[in-house]
């Protein structure tokens, strides 16, 4: 009997992943500088890392509150207030075992099987995939792109709406192209998802990294206490703690306990002990939130000048997250390429192939790396571009 067969057509459906491809080709490659992944090169900081294990070595290793520890939650609703201006009540968070999984509940609290959910293209894979093994069906809307920038056309988004749209995916600062929105994007969007009575799922991960001064244009500038905003957000970008998978979601507190419902089924909340460590990071982690920021910045700064200088080279800087999305020319089959380059300069990089319509001819690089990593990878594709 052939078991493959008799799987699920959802999950033989769902795909592999285009980057992790290149990671496992190249992963134990000696002297590799990786740029594939959406990390830093940092370990959690001691200042997190320390109340989580005392946490785990005093015993917090119970079931736990499913939507997060109240003194979690408080602080969250403490970080919203710093960092938006806007105080929201304890019963719009629930903790989540990752942004993955806070995507993963945001998609099954308002799609139904056969529902069309709008993304802005080229965009990160596991949104889209996500939904699909959820029964939905993804539908790009991609960006302009001219000289290097990329920018929203909302009515190229309003003509990919159709009967069967429930929600718009809109991800800002944008993972890969670093694109941000603006307060007049943001206005356009909402705007439709009101006309069309459709959801916004809001990743603003990358908000803080914003290269302009301050944080990035968010929902929560202009939203009324009514509009339907789902926000999916994470622990891992700015406190360097991509392998805790804790994340959280903000919602109206009237749709809180259906988001809690659907953790319980899925994971049955996050170990308190983790819960202690990301307290932490809310707490007395906003100097380390900033150095993280400077140091993007400046490795942006190297990484995107060495690449233009070669002549070959089309991008301008991002003006948010922390990826170059960039193309080489001649260059059109990029997962070709990005295997090639782990083999022949050891610099591991995304293929665009990975990110839907709009980003197969580019390669996206993350750069929030010590300098000297990032300089040293820089002149390796300087090298590997000149031998084409």
């Given at each position: 009997?052939?078991?493959?067969?008799?799987?699920?057509?959802?999950?033989?459906?769902?795909?592999?992943?285009?980057?992790?491809?290149?990671?496992?080709?190249?992963?134990?490659?000696?002297?590799?500088?990786?740029?594939?992944?959406?990390?830093?090169?940092?370990?959690?900081?001691?200042?997190?890392?320390?109340?989580?294990?005392?946490?785990?070595?005093?015993?917090?290793?119970?079931?736990?509150?499913?939507?997060?520890?109240?003194?979690?939650?408080?602080?969250?609703?403490?970080?919203?207030?710093?960092?938006?201006?806007?105080?929201?009540?304890?019963?719009?968070?629930?903790?989540?075992?990752?942004?993955?999984?806070?995507?993963?509940?945001?998609?099954?609290?308002?799609?139904?099987?056969?529902?069309?959910?709008?993304?802005?293209?080229?965009?990160?894979?596991?949104f889209a995939a996500a939904l699909g093994m959820s029964g939905g069906i993804p539908v790009a809307a991609p960006l302009d792109y001219a000289n290097g920038?990329?920018?929203?056309?909302?009515?190229?988004?309003?003509?990919?709406?159709?009967?069967?749209?429930?929600?718009?995916?809109?991800?800002?600062?944008?993972?890969?192209?670093?694109?941000?929105?603006?307060?007049?994007?943001?206005?356009?969007?909402?705007?439709?998802?009101?006309?069309?009575?459709?959801?916004?799922?809001?990743?603003?991960?990358?908000?803080?990294?914003?290269?302009?001064?301050?944080?990035?244009?968010?929902?929560?500038?202009?939203?009324?206490?009514?509009?339907?905003?789902?926000?999916?957000?994470?622990?891992?970008?700015?406190?360097?703690?991509?392998?805790?998978?804790?994340?959280?979601?903000?919602?109206?507190?009237?749709?809180?306990?259906?988001?809690?419902?659907?953790?319980?089924?899925?994971?049955?909340?996050?170990?308190?002990?983790?819960?202690?460590?990301?307290?932490?990071?809310?707490?007395?982690?906003?100097?380390?939130?900033?150095?993280?920021?400077?140091?993007?910045?400046?490795?942006?700064?190297?990484?995107?000048?060495?690449?233009?200088?070669?002549?070959?080279?089309?991008?301008?800087?991002?003006?948010?997250?922390?990826?170059?999305?960039?193309?080489?020319?001649?260059?059109?089959?990029?997962?070709?390429?990005?295997?090639?380059?782990?083999?022949?300069?050891?610099?591991?990089?995304?293929?665009?192939?990975?990110?839907?319509?709009?980003?197969?001819?580019?390669?996206?690089?993350?750069?929030?790396?010590?300098?000297?990593?990032?300089?040293?990878?820089?002149?390796?594709?300087?090298?590997?571009?000149?031998?084409?």
């Amino acid at each position: 009997m052939n078991q493959f067969q008799n799987l699920s057509r959802r999950a033989i459906q769902a795909p592999e992943s285009g980057i992790v491809a290149v990671v496992n080709h190249g992963r134990l490659k000696p002297g590799l500088i990786p740029l594939w992944s959406g990390e830093g090169d940092e370990t959690t900081p001691e200042f997190i890392a320390r109340p989580a294990s005392e946490a785990l070595l005093n015993g917090e290793t119970f079931y736990t509150w499913q939507r997060g520890i109240p003194e979690l939650r408080q602080a969250l609703a403490d970080y919203h207030a710093r960092l938006f201006g806007k105080r929201l009540p304890l019963d719009a968070f629930c903790v989540t075992g990752s942004g993955m999984q806070a995507i993963k509940i945001a998609i099954e609290a308002v799609v139904d099987p056969g529902d069309e959910v709008i993304q802005l293209t080229p965009a990160w894979p596991n949104f889209a995939a996500a939904l699909g093994m959820s029964g939905g069906i993804p539908v790009a809307a991609p960006l302009d792109y001219a000289n290097g920038r990329w920018s929203l056309d909302p009515e190229r988004l309003a003509a990919a709406i159709t009967p069967k749209t429930r929600a718009i995916f809109f991800n800002s600062p944008s993972n890969p192209t670093g694109w941000t929105a603006t307060r007049e994007d943001l206005d356009a969007v909402l705007e439709l998802a009101r006309k069309h009575g459709l959801w916004i799922i809001a990743d603003e991960i990358y908000t803080q990294f914003h290269y302009a001064g301050g944080r990035a244009p968010s929902f929560l500038d202009i939203m009324q206490d009514d509009d339907r905003i789902i926000f999916v957000n994470t622990f891992s970008k700015n406190w360097s703690m991509t392998g805790w998978r804790v994340g959280w979601i903000v919602a109206p507190p009237s749709i809180i306990q259906v988001l809690e419902n659907s953790v319980q089924y899925q994971t049955s909340g996050v170990p308190q002990f983790m819960q202690k460590g990301a307290l932490a990071a809310l707490e007395h982690g906003d100097d380390y939130v900033g150095a993280q920021i400077a140091k993007a910045a400046a490795a942006r700064d190297l990484f995107c000048n060495a690449l233009t200088a070669t002549n070959r080279v089309v991008t301008q800087k991002p003006d948010g997250a922390f990826y170059a999305f960039f193309r080489i020319d001649g260059i059109t089959d990029t997962k070709a390429a990005a295997i090639d380059i782990v083999d022949r300069a050891s610099v591991g990089l995304a293929p665009g192939t990975a990110f839907d319509k709009g980003g197969a001819e580019f390669l996206r690089a993350c750069f929030l790396r010590r300098l000297d990593h990032v300089e040293e990878a820089a002149g390796r594709l300087a090298d590997y571009i000149s031998s084409l």
